[in-house]
């Protein structure tokens, strides 16, 4: 579910349910962040590299799991679940790298908002689905996103629910570098070793400070997103995407309720 490894003061998370194409259930959310804590707190550690193994870097949050978050009164959450990982991504303190070597969608893509480095593979794309499925924002991307991207940027990728391919996203800013598939970790995990060989408290420094000015302003935007998505999961939008997508159709959204 999540492969370790650790090379030159670099440790490298790699997301690994590669048939469920690294979408995020509440058992990989959890190891997660069991990792991004034990990087925190391990002086051995001075750069994590979070990758996907297979052709998805992640698919998200499991759709699966999230029909039966909704229909089963007895579904029990992970530990820290999908907002524990935002809170550890949130608060890590050392360089944060991403080495995205395929699809992104959801938590895919919304992860860039805490990453200090993003590499993308040339054949990678990522999407922000959640229009397409009924709901709203997550992750403070409603916030980071814009800050990240410019506002009519941020506004076309959450708000269309389009692919965004690889040179379109060093164009806009969710990548920093992108290149070739067989290229993507070498040249990532350079980058990371660099860094690695530099004082950690030098690196925790230039990151609080680079970070400090926001992080109330994230609290809130992930305050104001978590009511809003509250607010539609379960609703017509959503749960019609849901189904569709267990049917595996296209999601039809012309006859809902007035408002939906």
């Not at 389009?162 to 290229?183: C, F, N, V, Y």
């Amino acid at each position: 579910m999540l492969t370790i490894s650790d090379q030159d003061r670099v440790r490298a998370l790699t997301l690994d349910r590669p048939d469920a194409l690294n979408a995020f259930n509440e058992a990989l959310y959890d190891a997660v962040s069991r990792a991004l804590i034990d990087a925190a707190g391990d002086d051995a550690v001075a750069v994590v590299v979070i990758t996907g193994s297979g052709r998805a870097f992640s698919a998200g949050q499991d759709l699966l799991e999230m029909s039966e978050r909704i229909t089963n009164p007895d579904f029990v959450p992970g530990e820290h679940g999908f907002p524990g990982l935002i809170d550890q991504l949130a608060a890590f303190p050392k360089p944060l790298l991403l080495a995205i070597n395929g699809l992104g969608l959801g938590i895919g893509t919304t992860i860039i908002g805490y990453a200090d480095l993003v590499f993308m593979s040339t054949d990678a794309k990522l999407k922000c689905p959640f229009t397409s499925l009924g709901v709203a924002p997550e992750a403070a991307s409603s916030l980071l996103f814009p800050q990240l991207l410019g506002h009519q940027n941020a506004a076309w990728v959450l708000l269309s629910a389009e692919w965004i391919h690889a040179e379109e996203a060093k164009e806009l800013g969710l990548a920093w570098k992108i290149t070739p598939p067989e290229d993507l970790l070498a040249v990532t995990m350079a980058h990371a070793t660099k860094l690695a060989a530099l004082p950690i408290s030098s690196l925790v420094a230039v990151k609080s400070t680079m970070t400090a000015g926001r992080v109330a302003a994230t609290r809130a935007a992930r305050d104001l997103e978590d009511a809003q998505f509250q607010k539609l999961m379960g609703g017509p939008a959503n749960m019609e995407a849901l189904a569709a997508f267990a049917e595996r159709r296209a999601a039809d959204f012309t006859n809902l309720p007035p408002g939906w």
